[in-house]
Structure formats: structure tokens, C-alpha cells
């Protein structure tokens, strides 16, 4: 199992990103999936969760009320919306996959990592 993020770049304060996680040739809905972001000097933090089948979802604080997760399990992909994004907000953002199919206290032990997607946020 490979997964895949896009969707990343460079927008100002205030702005929107949507974040895709795939895994081409596997069918997500055997995985809950979490999104994480890492800064260089600091730990990586659980942004966000979501169940297999989409019923439970799990956010952290900082990001409570701007992002949503989603997935779109017949095109096996997982979507995080970002929105009034601040400059604390940027970081390199990776998808995991866990195979326990729920949200799982964070940090957690995954199947599989994506190789991470930067995202900035600056004027």
C-alpha cells in the first residue's frame, strides 16, 4: 500500500487548499485515514481522522471549524479541506492509512505513510 497526497502549494492568509490522498490499485475502504503535519524542529501533529466508511471524524483543535475531512470511497480517495488558512498552518501535510478502520488516539501506529505534500501559507 502506497498513498499518494496532492493538492498542496502556496496561498495567502485567508485562502482555501483542498488535499487529495490516494492509493492507486487499492481500495481505501479497508483504511481509516489520517491526515498529519510536521514543521522542521517540530514533532508531527494529527490534524485530522477519518473512519473507512466515513461515519467519524476527529479533528484537532488548531484546525477545528476551518478544515473538513471527507472521502470519496468509490473513487478511493480521501479529501481534507482547508480554509481561512493561516500562516501556522504551514507544514508538510501526510496522509496514513490504518487498517484498525477507526480514528485512533494520535500519534498511533499506521500501515502506511504518503510521502508528504508542502503546504505554505504566506502573503
Known amino acids: 500500500l502506497q498513498l499518494v497526497e496532492s493538492g498542496g502549494g502556496l496561498v495567502q492568509p485567508g485562502g482555501s487548499l483542498r488535499l487529495s490522498c490516494q492509493a492507486p490499485?487499492?481500495?481505501?475502504?479497508?483504511?481509516?485515514i489520517t491526515w498529519f503535519r510536521q514543521t522542521p524542529g517540530l514533532e508531527r501533529e494529527g490534524v485530522s481522522c477519518?473512519?473507512?466508511?466515513?461515519?467519524?471524524?476527529k479533528y484537532a483543535n488548531s484546525v477545528k471549524g476551518r478544515f473538513t475531512i471527507s472521502r470519496d470511497n468509490a473513487k478511493d480517495t480521501v479529501f481534507l479541506q482547508m480554509n481561512d488558512l493561516k500562516p501556522e498552518d504551514t507544514a508538510v501535510y501526510y496522509c496514513?492509512?490504518?487498517?484498525?478502520?477507526?480514528?485512533?488516539?494520535?500519534?498511533?501506529?499506521?500501515?502506511?505513510w504518503g510521502q508528504g505534500i508542502q503546504v505554505t501559507v504566506s502573503s
Open positions: 477519518i473512519s473507512n466508511l466515513g461515519d467519524s471524524t
Open positions: 496514513a492509512a490504518d487498517s484498525s478502520l477507526v480514528c485512533v488516539s494520535w500519534p498511533g501506529v499506521y500501515d502506511a
Open positions: 490499485g487499492y481500495n481505501l475502504t479497508r483504511y481509516a
